[in-house]
């Protein structure tokens, strides 16, 4: 059975390990930890957690930074955002950061093991806060509405590592190759491309190759 990956990211070790407890208790779960720090992010594309969940004071920017910043890197991993007690207007910051759920430190057992669940399914338990936040939903849809008559599609940056096994698919190997050549799991490189193919909003490998070339994030040396 594959397990969901689950990093819990919070400045309180004692909030950490009270989670753990909770999560250890679930047999499909794998469970890292982690202060938040300047390497988080470096942990994050190291591990590729399918689920973080994100302590943070809402009042202050860090922890929405930190959060755009994973939903930005790392598309493939879902944040979940655990607050005190987030009100309307710190609730619209959250989604703005594309985070797919918010939930309260205070939240029960299930519900946390049941939002990890959904968010690795794909779904927006955030979406649920909708029917008894109309003041949020509202403005969502007036934000939705601003953007998308001025949106365009945009190429969000590829990390060090993304650009690395870019240009290992440059030199035409294979996802096992470059895994043997890097050291890690075939499943890794696999993430990894995923999350590339979403970044570059590329069909197949080698739209991502053509579109990363042209932006000139890689290079590609011609023959002598």
């Not at 050549?181 to 053509?210: C, P, Y």
């Amino acid at each position: 059975m594959n397990k969901i990956k689950v990093m819990i990211i919070d400045e309180q070790e004692y909030f950490r390990s009270g989670v753990r407890q909770v999560l250890y208790q679930q047999p499909d779960f794998e469970v890292l930890d982690s202060a938040p720090n300047q390497d988080t992010l470096g942990l994050i594309g190291i591990n590729l957690p399918n689920v973080t969940l994100l302590g943070s004071s809402l009042a202050t920017p860090s922890g929405l930074e930190l959060a755009r910043d994973i939903t930005r890197f790392y598309p493939n991993t879902k944040v979940i955002m655990l607050s005190p007690d987030p009100n309307d207007e710190e609730l619209f910051e959250v989604v703005k950061t594309a985070a797919v759920a918010c939930l309260s430190k205070n939240t029960n057992a299930e519900e946390l093991a049941s939002t990890i669940r959904r968010a690795y399914n794909g779904e927006y338990p955030i979406n649920d806060t909708f029917m008894t936040r109309p003041m949020v939903a509202r403005r969502v849809l007036n934000q939705f509405q601003h953007t998308s008559r001025t949106m365009e599609a945009v190429a969000a940056p590829l990390t060090d590592r993304e650009t690395q096994i870019l240009n290992y698919i440059v030199d035409g190997n294979t996802n096992k190759q470059i895994a043997r050549i890097l050291e890690i799991s075939e499943q890794t490189i696999k993430n990894h491309v995923s999350a590339i193919l979403r970044k570059l909003n590329a069909n197949d490998r080698a739209h991502a190759v053509v579109i990363a070339i042209r932006h000139g994030w890689i290079s590609v040396e011609e023959e002598p």
